[in-house]
C-alpha cells in the first residue's frame, strides 16, 4: 500500500512538472508573438527607408551601417526573438534550429515588398525587385 502512494506522488509530480513546463512554454512563445507583433510597425519603417533588410540568416540586418542607434536596438531585439522562436519552433517540430531559420528567410523574402532589401545568395543587399534581373 505504501509502495503504491509513493507511484501516486511521482505520477503527480511528473504531470506537474510537465504542466507547468508546457505552460512557461506557450506563455514564453505567446509573450515572444506579442513582442513581435508590437515591433513589426517600426520594423516595417525601417526597412521601407532602407535601413534594415532580410539577411541570408533568417534574421535582420542593417543594410546601411550608419542608421541610428535605436534601429540597431530595434535589430537586436527581433533577432532576439526570432532566435528564440526558431528555438521553440525547432523543438516543436523536432527539427533544426538551422532549418527553421532557413524556412523563415524564405518566407520573408517572399513577404518582403519589392523595395526592401535582402541578402541575395553572395550576401549583397539587393532590393527585392532586382533579384533575378
Known amino acids: 500500500m505504501k509502495k503504491n502512494l509513493w507511484k501516486y506522488f511521482w505520477a503527480g509530480l511528473l504531470v506537474l512538472f510537465v504542466s507547468v513546463t508546457m505552460s512557461a512554454y506557450a506563455q514564453n512563445k505567446d509573450q515572444i ?3 513581435m507583433r508590437d515591433r513589426h510597425p517600426s520594423l516595417l519603417d525601417a526597412k521601407n527607408r532602407g535601413l534594415v533588410g532580410e539577411a541570408w540568416t533568417g534574421l535582420v540586418a542593417l543594410v546601411d551601417a550608419g542608421a541610428p ?3 540597431q536596438a530595434l535589430v537586436n531585439a527581433e533577432n532576439n526573438d526570432r ?5 521553440i519552433i525547432a523543438a516543436e517540430t523536432g527539427t533544426s534550429v538551422e532549418e527553421v531559420a532557413r524556412q523563415n528567410r524564405i518566407r520573408m523574402y517572399r513577404l518582403a515588398e ?8 553572395n550576401r549583397q543587399w539587393v532590393r527585392k525587385r532586382d533579384i533575378g534581373n
Do not use: C, N
Open 33 to 35: 508573438t506579442a513582442s
Open 114 to 121: 519589392d523595395s526592401h532589401f535582402i541578402q541575395d545568395q
Open 83 to 87: 532566435r528564440a522562436l526558431f528555438q
Open 69 to 71: 542607434g535605436d534601429v
